[in-house]
């Protein structure tokens, strides 16, 4: 499906999100992976919105997209987190490709093709290096060599998206300073495997599995650089960001709109002396700190999504800068909403809210699965350099 204008994007979203929350927990429960709904995605058209215009996309701004990922995680946070590498990497392939790679992989994706990544490492290296290699061989292709873990989407993708080290053998082992690519690699190519392995407390169908890259064939017009793009202002690692802190910020609020609804089935307190949980006057102070909370986060989300969008219009290290912290200040702002609105909702819902029928418990399981992306510590930090100092935040994914 095309999608004509950003309204009509967001049209859509709205609708497969009630599509999404309708199955959601029992999904969750039973550890169902979300084939149907995946494929809806696929069909909606809604994976095509970052293709910039001149290969056939809307290239909607950043306000949408945030918008679309909050109302995806309001209805099942583990389905919202399967598309993000997919825009992810999409902008590495604008920042990075040359024009006939953006020309071929955009086409993939207008004609519905879902990426996910496969990046993370497990260590004892730290998380800026990958022990993934990709090297040269002499009929002028390149074979990859590796495993990546907790690979969002993987089990469901059509290519998968592989950063390594770019070696030929000389340099000896990865380190954080060598020079690291993008692999564009179709997921049911030779030597890839991808196993049904994440068995994490919450996001439990994100589809994460460990991918294992054995000798991998990869022609050269299937690479495109990586460490390029932090030589130069970017809003890479804001764009990344604010796509997380929208899923936060959808936890959140979808965590506050099932609160209600549990609120409205709760026994009011008998010292309260009214006939609903909903007029006992600590119980308004309870749901009226969190709309506070919950609002706040969802506000920083879209004024961060505003400062992307300037920036994208004039970008210079200042503007980038400007976005970069606005991104961080909202992503630690919906963590606190996140944790806040899954553990508050049983406060409004009282004791039968913790029933295990009524798996509410998958709210603050998500938004504590989901939050430990990428520390909020280290945004504090960077936030706070910033605003003391003005010192810009460093160039990376996470920023």
Known sequence: ????????????????????????????????????????????GLLTLSVPVKFGGLDVPATVLAEVFRLFAHGDPSLAQIPHSHFT??????????????AFFYGLVLDGALFANAQSERGPHPIDVDTTTLAPVGS?????????????????????????????????????????????????????????????MGQRTTASGTVTLDRVVVPPDHVVGFSEIFTAPTLYGARAQLLHAAIDVGIATGALAEGVRQAGRARPHFEAAVSTAAEDPTLIAVAGELTVTVRAAQALLAEAARQVDAAHGNLTADTAAVAS???????????????????????????????????????WRDARTHTLHDATRWKLQHIGRYTLSGTPPPRHGQL
């Not at 309708?22 to 809806?40: C, F, I, K, M, T």
């Not at 990497?89 to 953006?102: I, T």
């Open 1 to 44: 499906m095309r999608i004509g204008s950003a309204s009509q994007a967001l049209e859509i979203a709205r609708d497969l999100a009630d599509t999404f929350a309708a199955g959601a927990s029992d999904r969750d429960a039973y550890r169902g992976l979300p084939s149907e709904a995946v494929h809806e995605l696929k069909d909606s």
């Open 89 to 102: 990497f999409l902008e590495a392939l604008r920042l990075q490709g040359s024009r006939s790679q953006q």
């Open 140 to 200: 002028g292709d390149f074979v990859l060599d590796g495993r990546k873990f907790y690979c969002t989407g993987a089990l469901f993708a059509d290519w998968l998206i592989v950063r390594a080290s770019l070696s030929d053998g000389s340099l000896g082992t990865p380190t954080a300073a060598t020079p690291k690519v993008i692999a564009f690699v179709p997921a049911d190519a030779p030597g890839v495997e991808v196993v049904d392995d994440w068995d994490g």
């Open 325 to 363: 912290v606005a991104v961080a200040t909202a992503k630690v702002a919906a963590v606190r909403a996140a944790l806040e609105a899954a553990g508050v909702l049983f406060e409004l819902g009282g004791t039968r809210s913790a029933t295990a029928a009524g798996n509410l418990s998958r709210f």
